[in-house]
């Protein structure tokens, strides 16, 4: 049974830091690539970062700079390591393992940046 479980979201001040972290099982075809999505409220969901097998990487423009995503395969762990967090940042991120035309998702977790 395919598992991805995120955790490390909550509740930070403009400014702050929080680390994203998502542990996937279970998965046994290979994986092209492990990305972060996220959903604000009464908005669609849309890519946050990506980084494929061979660790190439992309961004949503409004988070070059600040987020950083990176994977451990020993692990079967992708992270986000998000900093000069904004309110526009709030929403629900989701992780996403994407395995050559079957996605896989997890449940979500809340990040919420206060102003």
């Known amino acids: 049974q395919v598992q991805l479980v995120e955790s490390g979201g909550g509740l930070v001040q403009a400014g702050g830091s929080l680390r994203l972290s998502c542990a996937t099982s279970?998965?046994?075809?290979?994986?092209?690539?492990m990305g972060w999505y996220r959903q604000a409220p009464g908005k669609q969901r849309e890519l946050v970062a990506r980084?494929?097998?061979?660790?190439?990487?992309n961004y949503a423009d409004s988070v070059k700079g600040r987020f950083t995503i990176a994977r451990d395969n020993a692990k079967n762990t992708v992270y986000l390591q998000m900093s000069s967090l904004k309110p526009e940042d709030t929403g629900v991120y989701y992780c996403?393992?994407?395995?050559?035309?079957?996605?896989?998702w997890g449940g979500g977790t809340l990040v919420t940046v206060s102003s």
């Open positions: 996403n393992v994407d395995t050559y035309g079957v996605n896989y």
């Open positions: 279970g998965i046994t075809r290979n994986i092209n690539a």
């Open positions: 980084i494929t097998s061979g660790y190439s990487t």
